[in-house]
C-alpha cells in the first residue's frame, strides 16, 4: 500500500480572507516576521498496489473533478516519500 498526497490550494489570484485572518492574528500571539498566510487542502490517499504512472493519472482526474474546483483552486500530486521510506 502506498500514500499519495493531493494539495489543493487557491490560486495567488484569489483571495484567502482565512490566510489573511491567520496572517494578521500572528503578531498578537507573538509570531513575528511572516508576511504571508495561503490556507489549503491536504488529501492523503492510500492506494492498494504500485503506484506506477496510470495510478498517478487517475488520481490526478480524481483530484481535478472531485477535491478541487479548479476555477479558483490549483492542485499538486505527489507520492509520499516519508511514508515509503518507513515501508
Do not use: H
Not at 40 to 54: I, S, T
Not at 55 to 84: G, H, P, Q, W
Amino acid at each position: 500500500m502506498a500514500r499519495v498526497v493531493v494539495d489543493v490550494m487557491l490560486k495567488p489570484e484569489i483571495l484567502d480572507p482565512q490566510g489573511q485572518a491567520v496572517q494578521r492574528a500572528l503578531p498578537r500571539l507573538g509570531f513575528e516576521g511572516i508576511s504571508d498566510v495561503r490556507q489549503g487542502k491536504r488529501f492523503e490517499l492510500e492506494v492498494d498496489g504500485p503506484v506506477d504512472d496510470a495510478a498517478l493519472a487517475r488520481i490526478r482526474d480524481l483530484a481535478e473533478s472531485f477535491l478541487a474546483n479548479t476555477v479558483i483552486e490549483d492542485f499538486t500530486v505527489r507520492i509520499d516519500e516519508v511514508a515509503e521510506a518507513a515501508k
